[in-house]
């Protein structure tokens, strides 16, 4: 019973944080996150939600002051992306950014080969990594469900991996990247309609702060 009410009140939380109340910018909302359930929060949220690049943030929240401070950060980083790839969604939770690049801007259909315009938006995207490099970047691949799991489930892994090559071989530190493949398993558009399968075909990029920004975010807090 304690852990049903346990859960209950994590959900009710996120329902009332993602509601937004109109007075909070959304620096204090990542703060508030922190402070409410942490990694905890993140893990039910994104089991709820079926949106891992919202448990993975949302889990990786450090809350209060020095979230304040990253999540100030991340607001900068996320408008800098927005202003130079206009093309890709930039969603800024808690004290993350999640950046999402559709498939026909990244790869041709059932391909995981860069195209010439996935290099260009890459590069772009790069710029602004490199102003900002005490981050950590999750690269996750998904599909539609279009095919069997087994080979969607491969695409997904080989698309993140390509993009996680070309960044690193493009001078971003490796030491900054991880990948994972969720192949048809967490679709965020409808798979009934063309539309919603064709964005679903995407990779997203999921931006935290390492643990070098945290502590000097702290430190800041602290002052």
Request: proline share 2%; charged share 25%.
């Amino acid at each position: 019973m304690k852990q049903v009410i346990k859960n209950f009140v994590w959900v009710l939380a996120v329902a009332l944080i993602m509601s937004g109340c109109s007075s909070m910018n959304k620096t204090q909302k990542g703060a508030v996150i922190g402070t409410a359930a942490g990694a905890a929060m993140g893990a039910v949220i994104g089991e709820a939600a079926g949106n891992p690049a919202l448990g993975t943030i949302v889990g990786a929240t450090v809350g209060g002051a020095t979230g304040a401070i990253i999540g100030n950060q991340m607001d900068k980083q996320a408008a800098e992306i927005e202003e130079s790839i206009p093309d890709a969604k930039v969603v800024r939770v808690g004290e993350g950014i999640v950046v999402e690049f559709s498939n026909n801007i990244l790869f041709g259909f059932d391909r995981s080969d860069l195209s010439e315009e996935a290099i260009v938006n890459l590069d772009k995207l790069i710029v602004v990594l490199d102003h900002y490099p005490d981050t950590n970047i999750e690269i996750q691949g998904h599909t539609d469900n279009t095919g069997t799991e087994k080979y969607n489930q491969g695409l997904s892994e080989r698309r993140a991996a390509a993009v996680s090559d070309y960044l690193a071989n493009s001078g971003v530190s490796a030491d900054r990247l991880t990948t994972v493949g969720f192949g048809e398993t967490a679709p965020k558009y409808d798979n009934d309609t063309e539309e919603g399968r064709t964005q679903n075909r995407r990779v997203d990029f999921l931006i935290t702060a390492n643990e070098k920004m945290i502590e000097e975010a702290a430190k800041e807090a602290n002052k």
